[in-house]
């Protein structure tokens, strides 16, 4: 047991000097044109109702946060996005909010708020905020004030249709139980537009008075001092008012149709000129909707509009979708994984700039969703995808938890479920004498829910995260898969997490380098390189819970591993030949 244990700790110690001394070289920094703080960033991602609770009423908050932002920035990452703080009634945790200048009261006021900003500050972290614009909170005054007479001056903040003029054009609710997205009020005889909850009316972003709100108040974050915005559904905030019915090239699509708004990329040069320029600050925006042909127009800097985009194509793989969003029985197919991947970083060429996740709040577990969740292969499955992550061309987002290798925890019973979109399917489908049970199977792999459970910080009573009663429920494998445990453990999904950071950062290649795919039509191997100055790194993951070969054009005669997700390297030394869910980096 000890001689192991020695062992292992020798091969940490030796992968972490050989990554440590792959510095990036002079001519790497010079010759870089375009070098920016956001693209070398590794972002890390806080749920804050999830994150740490301070005060025991088993609700995270900002004081939780910043008790453990030495906990962060041992990570080594450089940016945290904290989903939205700001106050909300909470139907949809934050993403209803009802004053964009206050603080959630159960997250705390604003002077935790401002020592939180100080405290990432003094440390060399940056605060990225979310951007919640395309709607409010139906608690929001100006929706008060817009519902109460068609007369009052906030009328045209939000979207009206007069009943007397006959029932709207159908469009789609993400969150209605009817799946209807106009809501009919009696208080004005009319209809409301919500393209999520009843309690999430969509703003009217032809008004120039609502833009002339919303850039004053991120000018606000901006001058407390926060580097940027991650915006909510912003693809989806210009509306053709007239509301006719879904024009023939969007049936089946409202997603790609909300995306296409007629004064969209207008609006987003505006806020550009109106706020964003003055600013040091990254954007980056929720791509939903968003095709990879169309995503140039928003991070094309010669447009000046954003700086990022999320790429939504590979979130819809290995799921069948529909009414009871079926899992396709195939599983993810590793070939299109590839092919989308490969497509949008082409996408954005020699100019624009990518982004790279595999997890966040509206996604189940990273490796429940895209690696191997049972206790043999939780963790190398774990590692396998950080590595991906960290090696990939774009920036990465990280989601918090998912260096501890958490889990999606897959709930039995509809009563331990919190968010409004489960919630509102299954009533749904209730209502309309569906099939409860094929649902809640589902939703043991793709519901919001398995990715925002508590962080497990240690063994004691619900994992550290509060000492009251949780918000929702912990894992219960918090025993085994925590922090503090982890943190002891040199080989820990943790530590590997730690290692992938620090190696990305001392090779410059891993952010600026040219990515290449590889054997392509591999089920079961993903291989890459990436190519800076005459550089060249390869990068090989098995996907798979067997042995697979990457079948490559490369010769491997003085290739030198630089990383790995084994910590033991194997007895018959094939470089291209992985063991299951094997991931290594090679210097060719
Ligand atoms: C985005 C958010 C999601 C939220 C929705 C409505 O998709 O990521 O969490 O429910 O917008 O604001
Ligand atoms: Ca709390």
């Known amino acids: 047991m000890k001689v192991r244990k020695y062992f292992a700790l020798l091969t940490v110690a030796i992968l972490t000097a050989m990554a440590a001394c792959q510095s990036p070289t002079k001519k790497d920094d010079q010759s870089i044109p375009n070098r920016k703080w956001w693209k070398e960033a590794v972002v890390y991602q806080i749920y804050p109702r999830s994150f740490k609770d301070s005060n025991g009423d088993g609700v995270g908050d900002l004081k939780g946060i910043i008790s453990k932002l030495d906990y962060i920035k041992s990570l080594g990452v450089d940016v945290i996005w904290l989903n939205p703080i700001y106050a909300s009634p909470n139907h949809d945790n934050g993403y209803d909010i009802s004053d964009y200048r206050k603080i959630m009261k159960e997250f705390g006021t604003m002077a935790d708020f401002d020592s939180l900003l100080n405290g990432m500050h003094r440390r060399g972290l940056k605060l990225v905020l979310d951007l919640v614009v395309n709607h409010t909170s139906s608690d929001h005054e100006w929706f008060k004030q817009s519902r109460s007479s068609r007369t009052n001056p906030y009328r045209h903040f939000y979207h009206w249709w007069p009943a007397e003029k006959g029932k709207p054009a159908k469009r789609y609710s993400y969150f209605d139980v009817d799946n209807n997205a106009w809501k009919y009020d009696s208080t004005t005889n009319a209809y409301y537009l919500h393209y999520f909850a009843r309690s999430q009316p969509d703003l009217n972003w032809e008004n120039p008075e609502v833009r002339k709100k919303i850039y004053s108040m991120m000018r606000y974050w901006f001058d407390k001092g ?18 006719p019915p879904l024009p023939k090239k969007y049936h089946g699509n409202f997603l790609h149709y909300y995306a296409n708004g007629p004064h969209l990329h207008q609006y987003l040069h505006e806020m550009n000129q109106k706020v964003l320029s003055h600013y040091d600050i990254m954007t ?305």
């Open 226 to 243: 926060i580097d940027g915005f991650r915006m909510d559904v912003i693809p989806f905030i210009s509306k053709d008012t007239t509301f």
């Open 284 to 588: 980056v925006a929720e791509g939903a909707g968003v095709t990879s042909d169309e995503a140039m127009n928003f991070v094309d800097p010669k447009r000046q509009e954003l700086n990022m985009l999320y790429n939504f194509e590979v979130m819809g793989l290995g799921l069948k979708g529909g009414e009871y969003r079926d899992l396709d029985s195939n599983g993810v197919s590793l070939v299109q994984f590839k092919k989308i991947y490969t497509k949008w970083d082409s996408v954005y060429g020699e100019r624009g700039w990518g982004t790279i996740f595999l997890g966040n709040h509206d996604m189940p577990r990273m490796v429940t969703r895209w690696g191997n969740d049972s206790p043999e292969y939780r963790e190398l499955s774990s590692k396998m995808l950080t590595t991906f992550l960290l090696t990939m061309h774009g920036t990465p987002y990280y989601y918090f938890g998912d260096e501890l290798g958490m889990d999606n925890i897959k709930f039995d019973s509809i009563s331990d479920y919190r968010d409004i979109e489960t919630l509102h399917i299954y009533e749904h489908i209730k209502e309309t004498g569906g099939d409860l049970q094929r649902f809640l199977n589902n939703e043991k792999m793709i519901a919001r829910d398995n990715g925002r459970t508590p962080f497990q910080w240690d063994t004691t009573a619900n994992a550290g995260f509060t000492s009251g009663t949780p918000w929702i429920k912990v894992n219960p494998n918090y025993k085994t898969v925590n922090e503090a445990v982890e943190e002891k453990d040199p080989n820990s999904t943790l530590n590997y997490f730690r290692k992938m950071v620090q190696f990305r950062k001392n090779n410059l290649i891993m952010v600026y380098g040219k990515y290449e795919l590889l054997d392509q039509d591999n089920p079961n191997v993903y291989a890459y390189t990436r190519e800076l100055n005459g550089r060249k790194m390869l990068i090989l993951l098995n996907f798979t819970d067997h042995q697979a070969d990457a079948h490559l054009p490369v010769n491997m005669k003085n290739a030198k591993q630089l990383i790995g997700n084994y910590s033991k390297t194997a007895e018959k030394e094939n470089p291209l030949s992985l063991r299951p869910y094997e991931a290594k980096v090679y210097q060719l």
